[in-house]
């Protein structure tokens, strides 16, 4: 299972939300519920593994892990990387931050790099990606905001209304309960899959991938 995939025992537990500092804050807030940037962030229980992987769902801390470390988004090993940079492999809306987007030759992402055998097999096992996905490598690398829960001010507390990415320097930040950090990638070099079975020592054998 993807390491940053979400457990159904991990859902959530509904936080009461309140007007803090000209933002959001929790009633019961601790220290570890914002990061280094000072943004508030989703509080979910640790407990891979049980009840049923929900798919398409982000584990918020596990997410925010890989990208801060660059682990691998299945398996949890070191992402890979050569002289051309750290591998990335992105859908089809690479770039997520809306409205300040990423300039010429950059992307916003929310998905964490992977390792060249778990790209190599995720890019044969799902048809969607097999179509859509580019295959890069990335020299620089910066965090630059989150994706997540957006509120605005309401009585008797703030109200959640929208899904929104937003930079670390939009003052919005302080509106948004985080789930997904959102990575700006530069000194890009596209590859393609074929480049990549080659160099992934132990990847299972697959049919040619058809669009490539
Ligand atoms: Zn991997």
């Known amino acids: 299972m993807p390491y940053i995939t979400r457990w159904s025992a991990e859902r959530a537990p509904a936080m009461r939300v309140v007007a803090k500092n000209g ?8 220290p570890y519920d914002r990061d ?17 992987p929900e798919f398409g769902k982000v584990h ?13 988004q299945i398996c949890a090993g070191p992402a890979d990387r050569t002289a051309d940079g750290v591998l990335w492999m992105l859908g089809e809306n690479p770039n997520e931050l809306d409205g300040s987007g990423a300039g010429f030759g950059e992307f916003i992402t929310a998905q964490p790099p992977l390792c060249s055998p778990c790209a190599v097999t995720s890019a044969h096992a799902c048809p969607h990606l097999r179509r859509r996905c580019t295959v890069l490598r990335a020299r620089v690398f910066d965090l630059v905001g989150v994706r997540g829960a957006f509120y605005r001010p309401g009585y ?7 899904a929104n990415s937003v930079g670390f320097d939009d003052p919005r930040i302080r509106w948004i309960r985080a789930g997904q950090s959102l990575m700006r990638l530069r000194g890009i070099t596209v ?3 074929d480049a990549l079975r080659a160099s992934a020592v132990g990847a299972p054998s697959a049919p040619p991938p058809s669009g490539f």
């Open 156 to 162: 008797p507390a703030p109200i959640a209304w929208d």
């Open 60 to 72: 918020a801390v596990r997410q925010r892990r890989a990208m801060e470390a660059l682990l691998c």
């Open 23 to 30: 933002g959001i804050g929790y009633a019961d807030e601790r």
């Open 36 to 52: 280094t940037n000072g943004v508030l962030w989703t509080r979910v229980p640790s407990l891979p593994g049980r009840g049923r």
């Open 191 to 193: 590859g393609d899959l």
